[in-house]
């Protein structure tokens, strides 16, 4: 990756960018159907949720989910509700309040803002049943994005390497001088079959947490 300058950075979205709190989503969304937890357990669901997320990312049975927002609602209603001491109401009421609760994580503005002073262009590629460029407004972090490519979009789902096509025609950029960053080692990872570099990190739970961005700001030659 030193030999040539990366001009375009290309990041997943949850549990990269962005996660989610999870007392303030499964916490609020308990209280508003006055259901009470026991200590621990907001932070206890939200694990499994993503976890469950995680496991079936790449799994054909749920490809579907990330091509169509009406997919997409019943899937995660499905997924909500596997887990222990998660009923309808809850699942719900989660369902309702998910894009509220994402945050992004403690180096995610100094990141992506350090890239685009340094001239690198920078890609959102997610799978994805639903307009996450929301929370990215939200935030005030939707300028920083060049382009988002979505599942939903684009109709190709990760690790089908047309998503990374997609992009890159997008951003006309090339795939030797593009780096993927995301969490997932089979879905992410998929960018290797586009030409694309990937660096997998570690999953890190709390948006509260840095999310070891200096990999992505080293590799792509950037000022820390």
Same mark, same amino acid.
């Given at each position: 990756?030193? *030999?040539?300058r +990366?001009?375009?950075v290309?990041?997943?979205? =949850?549990?990269?960018?962005?996660? /989610? $709190? @999870?007392?303030?989503?499964?916490?609020?969304?308990a209280a508003?159907?006055?259901?009470?937890?026991?200590?621990?357990?907001?932070?206890?669901?939200?694990?499994?949720?993503?976890?469950?997320?995680?496991?079936?990312?790449?799994d054909?049975?749920?490809?579907?989910?990330?091509?169509?927002?009406r997919v997409?609602?019943?899937a995660?209603l499905?997924?909500?509700?596997?887990?222990?001491?998660?009923?309808?109401?809850?699942?719900?009421?989660?369902?309702?309040?998910? *894009?509220?609760? +994402?945050?992004?994580?403690?180096?995610?503005? =100094?990141?992506?803002?350090?890239? /685009? $002073? @340094?001239g690198?262009?920078?890609?959102?590629?997610?799978?994805?049943g639903?307009?996450?460029?929301?929370?990215?407004?939200?935030?005030g972090?939707?300028?920083?994005?060049d382009?988002?490519?979505?599942?939903?979009e684009?109709?190709?789902?990760?690790?089908?390497?047309?998503?990374?096509?997609?992009?890159?025609?997008t951003?006309?950029?090339?795939?030797?001088?593009?780096?993927?960053?995301?969490d997932?080692?089979?879905?992410?990872?998929?960018?290797?079959?586009?030409?694309?570099?990937?660096?997998?990190?570690?999953?890190?739970?709390?948006?509260?947490?840095?999310?070891g961005?200096?990999?992505?700001?080293?590799?792509?030659?950037?000022?820390?």
């Amino acid at each position: 990756m030193t *030999a040539r300058r +990366v001009t375009t950075v290309l990041f997943d979205f =949850a549990w990269t960018l962005f996660a /989610r $709190d @999870s007392e303030r989503w499964v916490g609020n969304a308990a209280a508003s159907i006055d259901r009470t937890l026991a200590v621990g357990e907001a932070h206890r669901i939200a694990g499994d949720f993503a976890e469950l997320l995680r496991e079936t990312a790449t799994d054909p049975a749920h490809i579907a989910r990330d091509l169509d927002p009406r997919v997409w609602d019943r899937a995660i209603l499905a997924v909500l509700e596997q887990i222990p001491g998660v009923d309808q109401a809850l699942a719900s009421a989660m369902h309702e309040t998910h *894009a509220e609760a +994402v945050e992004p994580y403690a180096d995610t503005v =100094a990141t992506l803002s350090a890239l /685009r $002073d @340094s001239g690198v262009r920078i890609g959102v590629v997610s799978n994805v049943g639903w307009d996450i460029r929301t929370c990215f407004a939200r935030h005030g972090l939707d300028g920083y994005v060049d382009a988002f490519v979505l599942s939903y979009e684009v109709g190709f789902v990760k690790p089908d390497p047309l998503i990374w096509v997609a992009a890159l025609e997008t951003l006309d950029a090339a795939p030797g001088q593009t780096l993927m960053v995301g969490d997932h080692p089979a879905g992410d990872g998929g960018s290797v079959a586009a030409g694309i570099p990937a660096l997998i990190l570690p999953m890190v739970d709390s948006p509260a947490q840095k999310r070891g961005f200096e990999y992505v700001l080293r590799l792509a030659q950037v000022p820390s």
